[in-house]
């Protein structure tokens, strides 16, 4: 039995990364919701094909990395070209305030809790 992304030929994985080890962006971790901007191209690498069409609804990295087969450091990397050249966006969902149906930002939870704390004084 083989594990898709751990069995994979190095050659193969050194390849789609064009020989990087490491993300050009810190951007993103296991949980980070990526998002896709734009539609695939023609020309466009295979993966970064698959990533846009998976990522047409908020997709986090480490399911990202699942449905492509791979390991998450070389989904990472290949996140990082794509955020470079502005065809995804990424947040954090810590990060990212819920909205509403109707489009309109909650706040955070501490700005809530710190207002809460400051009508108790009063």
Known sequence: MTRAGRDDDPDRLYTLTGGRSRPASDEFDLVTLVVAECEPTPGMQSEHA???????????????????????????????DLLAAGRITARHPRYAPPRTPGGVRFA???????????????
């Open 50 to 80: 698959a990533i846009l069409r998976i990522c047409r609804t908020p997709t986090a990295v480490v399911e990202l990395s699942a449905d492509l087969g791979l390991p998450v450091g070389i989904t990472k990397i290949l996140l990082s």
């Open 108 to 122: 955070d939870p501490e700005t809530l809790e710190k207002v809460l704390v400051g009508l108790r004084d009063l």
